[in-house]
Nanobody, 126 residues
Framework: QVQLVESGGGLVQAGGSLRLSCAAS????????MGWFRQAPGKEREFVAG????????GYSDSVKGRATISRDNAKNTVYLQMNSLKPEDTAVYYC???????????????????WGQGTQVTVSS
């Protein structure tokens, strides 16, 4: 069983930066691919960024490419999402997710993940 707890969300002005963290419990965290998704009011949950179990492979949605960096520290059981040059359209609840099988690739679909956190709100003001 894996539990995921996100933190680092908040209110930020357009052009600012945030670093989201996702702390995971469970001994096999280092084997799982991890991802960040977001969901704005009235919209479907969408992929933001993903990282393979080793951290060697990363992937981003077109909407955040060049502005976001996903990384993981397996020793700390934590995955991070650094977001720069934030825009009002980045406003959403951000969710951390983990697969439940060893995964060496980036997973970009919601159904590819098994464990989900409760989410952290990111609000970007114009």
């Amino acid at each position: 069983q894996v539990q995921l707890v996100e933190s680092g969300g908040g209110l930020v002005q357009a052009g600012g930066s945030l670093r989201l963290s996702c702390a995971a419990s469970g001994r096999t965290f280092s084997s799982y691919a991890m991802g960040w998704f977001r969901q704005a009011p009235g919209k479907e949950r969408e992929f933001v960024a993903g990282v393979s179990w080793s951290g060697g492979n990363t992937g981003y949605s077109d909407s955040v490419k060049g502005r976001a960096t996903i990384s993981r520290d397996n020793a700390k059981n934590t995955v991070y999402l650094q977001m720069n040059s934030l825009k009002p359209e980045d406003t959403a609840v951000y969710y951390c997710a983990a697969t439940n099988v060893p995964t060496a690739v980036v997973v970009t679909t919601t159904w590819g993940y098994y464990y989900w956190g409760q989410g952290t709100q990111v609000t970007v003001s114009s």
